[in-house]
């Protein structure tokens, strides 16, 4: 199943939503969450929830607004949690 | 949820102290270990074999347990074991290799899976199953673009017709009433007439002021998008985005600085940093400036309402979708040239459940965008203003002296018309024109502010009889009355519904009349075409230089430069094109 998991995202032909995809492994979506969090602990998936923020607070208000944090730049696009998939260990850059 | 469970008859369950009631079987391999390390636990280190359960103890070791193998050193027969557990683990990894914990836990999840199936039933949840079948036409991977795309021109179509009447109210109070109360106070202090009226007047409240006439058209654009955030929507067009960026072999989180990048190019590029990869960085970096940033909204409105007046919004849609083409047009150059390797690795995402927006979350969206607009005008747009008043009023040559030059003779037209030959294939090769595509480098808004400036005409001149400032506070609130009621009127615009009469060209203001006539001479009286070249221009050259400073901030200097002369030169070349082969094919 964990496994399954992890194939169903590598072979997708593009981006996965996690609902859809508890339904179609039919897995309760706690249960997913739970696996897709080991997969989170061994390297293999990469969360992602607020990067934007967090570089966009570095700027410093490079864009000339008073910048007071993660959270106050305006044009920062706040996504829902997401997750990326890192390349296996044997599949490194040259 | 309703949840029912039926266990089904008792199995062993592994405690430390009493008979196992569940037992999870994992493969014959896998407990052919288990059984050699938790004998030699049981035999060798008594005390370990008292404290833990030594079938969880042993699966724990394979695993890999960190403190528990700490634990396992310092106990008495510890060595002993851990030379055990080493051989367990040497013949596991001949069948599994290094996924020995990835084994053992999907054999728990396995087994957790099937007992679920077997026992638990759930009732159906309705809510889920209506956001389920709007999401399968949302996200589609064939169907989802197109219907992004609809959703943009709604943004467009809205942003353009219904703010129009806001538009020209801002317009008219800062001509009018601004401009003639500022005159009148100067007038008071003793300052009329001079140069510090010359300066306030077509200075500061003519640039800055042009700027802030598409104040109601951005808080148009963002309450428009501020519904499509807060309903839920936009999570699902980044994924319908994610999938076409994928197609073109950019790395997943690409997506997010690009989509940045429509609002403003600076915090796009630093969100640049998220992707590991240099490659995907620096190729991210490059396409960035092509997502036309807000900035440059203003831009489009002016061109469009005034040579496509008929079909503005449809035109700047048409701009935006272009500088997408653009980049993904470069974007596939640069892959298959410069940035050969790396590939699309797939992104999950968790979509929000689909709500309805609320007038708070709305409201904060629009106002922090706005006033982060309005912040701009009123510094490096205030400042850039007063700079252009300087060059012209900066005698070069004649007779004249400062603030009292013909503007031909001033420095700014003196340094414009440097620039202006170099657009001559393009229709707009005017110094007016050259001298706003240049100052746009400080901010894409300040080309509108110079060219309010340059084509300034004082609409005061006209006027034969002195009003009072009540007469203008009442004209403001009888004025925004008007507006108020023709933007009602203009929201069945939206779908092709026209209950305006058609008065034409009474909303054109000088400043409208004045571009007209300078592109239509440049253009050699082919201004619409001229007008589409220029707009073409103001997508694809540099963004600004807070941009630039961001580019060599992330990208490097090198890869700043290179930017900064391919998008000059793509500009120039499409904006060529489209002037030319317009030309060719007998449009305009």
Not at chain 2, 235 to 246: E, I, K, L, N
Not at chain 2, 373 to 384: D, E, K, R, S, Y
Not at chain 2, 459 to 475: C, M, R
Request: hydrophobic share 50%.
């Amino acid at each position: 199943m964990l496994k399954q998991v992890l194939y169903e995202i590598e072979s997708a032909q593009g981006p996965v939503n996690l609902d859809a995809l508890g339904r179609k492994l039919n897995i309760d979506r706690s249960a997913l969450d739970g696996m897709i969090q080991f997969w989170v602990r061994k390297g293999r998936l990469q969360i992602q929830d607020q990067p934007q923020a967090e570089t966009a607070a570095v700027c410093g208000g490079a864009c000339r607004i008073n910048c007071a944090g993660p959270q106050s730049c305006p044009f920062v696009m706040h996504l829902p949690l997401t997750y990326y998939l890192n390349p296996a260990p044997d599949e490194g850059e040259e | 949820m309703d949840i029912n469970i039926n266990l089904p008859e008792p199995h062993f369950l592994m405690t430390s102290s009493v008979q196992p009631r569940l037992q999870i079987q994992y493969s014959p391999e896998v407990e052919r270990e288990i059984t050699c390390v938790l004998s030699a636990i049981v035999a060798a280190s008594p005390q370990l074999a008292a404290t833990y359960n030594p079938r969880w103890l042993a699966i724990q070791l394979l695993e890999g347990d960190e403190p528990l193998l700490a634990e396992l050193q310092a106990a008495a027969g510890g060595p002993t074991v851990m030379q055990t557990l080493a051989d367990s683990l040497a013949r596991l990894r001949e069948i599994y290799g290094e996924d020995i914990d990835v084994t053992l836990a999907d054999s728990r999840y396995n087994f957790v899976h099937q007992l679920v199936s077997q026992t638990v039933t759930r009732a159906p949840d309705a809510s889920a199953g209506w956001s389920d079948r709007a999401d399968k036409i949302f996200t589609h991977r064939y169907v989802g673009i197109p219907i992004f795309l609809l959703v943009m021109w709604i943004v467009f179509k809205t942003t353009t017709d219904v703010a129009t009447p806001y538009l020209d109210w801002v317009d008219t109070i800062v001509s009018g009433p601004i401009s003639r109360q500022t005159i009148a106070l100067l007038e008071v202090l003793g300052l009329g007439g001079g140069w510090m009226e010359s300066l306030l007047v077509d200075g500061v409240i003519a640039g800055v002021g042009g700027v802030l006439v598409f104040v109601p058209v951005l808080m148009s654009l963002y309450l428009v998008l501020a519904i499509l955030e807060d309903s839920g929507y936009m999570a699902r067009a980044a994924f319908v985005m994610d999938y076409f960026m994928g197609k073109l072999g950019l790395h997943g989180k690409s997506f997010l600085p690009l989509i940045v990048g429509f609002g403003c190019t600076v915090p796009a590029l630093y969100a640049t940093r998220t992707l590991e990869n240099e490659r995907d960085r620096i190729l991210t970096g490059l396409l960035v400036p092509f997502m036309s940033c807000g900035a440059r909204l203003p831009v489009y409105v002016l061109f469009a309402a005034i040579f496509f007046p008929r079909h503005a919004g449809l035109v700047i849609f048409g701009i935006y979708l272009f500088g997408i083409l653009m980049a993904v047009l470069l974007g596939l150059l640069l892959r298959q040239t410069l940035f050969k390797k790396g590939e699309a690795l797939p992104l999950l995402m968790e979509f929000p459940p689909y709500r309805m927006p609320t007038l708070k979350n709305i409201w904060h969206y629009v106002w922090e965008r706005t006033s982060a607009f309005i912040h701009n005008a009123t510094t490096v747009i205030l400042a850039a203003s007063i700079v252009i008043w300087l060059l012209m009023a900066i005698p070069i040559r004649g007779n004249g002296t400062f603030a009292e030059t013909d503007l031909s003779d001033s420095a700014f037209v003196t340094l414009a018309q440097t620039v202006a030959p170099a657009m001559s294939l393009q229709g707009f090769g005017n110094w007016e024109a050259g001298g706003a595509l240049v100052t746009g480098l400080v901010a894409k808004e300040v080309v509108i502010s110079t060219l309010a400036q340059v084509y300034n005409v004082a609409d005061t001149d006209t006027e034969t009889e002195p009003v009072s400032l009540g007469e203008d506070a009442l004209f403001v609130v009888t004025s925004f009355t008007e507006a108020t009621l023709d933007t009602l009127k203009s929201v069945p615009l939206i779908i092709g519904i026209n209950l305006f009469e058609d008065d034409g060209a009474d909303t054109n203001s000088d400043l409208k009349q004045a571009i007209r006539q300078g592109f239509q001479q440049s253009s050699g009286g082919h201004g619409s075409l001229a007008a589409l070249a220029f707009m073409v221009f103001v997508l694809l050259y540099t963004p600004c230089m807070a941009s630039l400073a961001a580019e060599r901030h992330e990208l490097g200097a090198k890869w700043m430069w290179f930017s900064v002369v391919g998008q000059l030169a793509l500009a120039w070349l499409m904006s060529m094109l489209v002037f030319q082969v317009g030309l060719l094919l007998g449009w305009g």
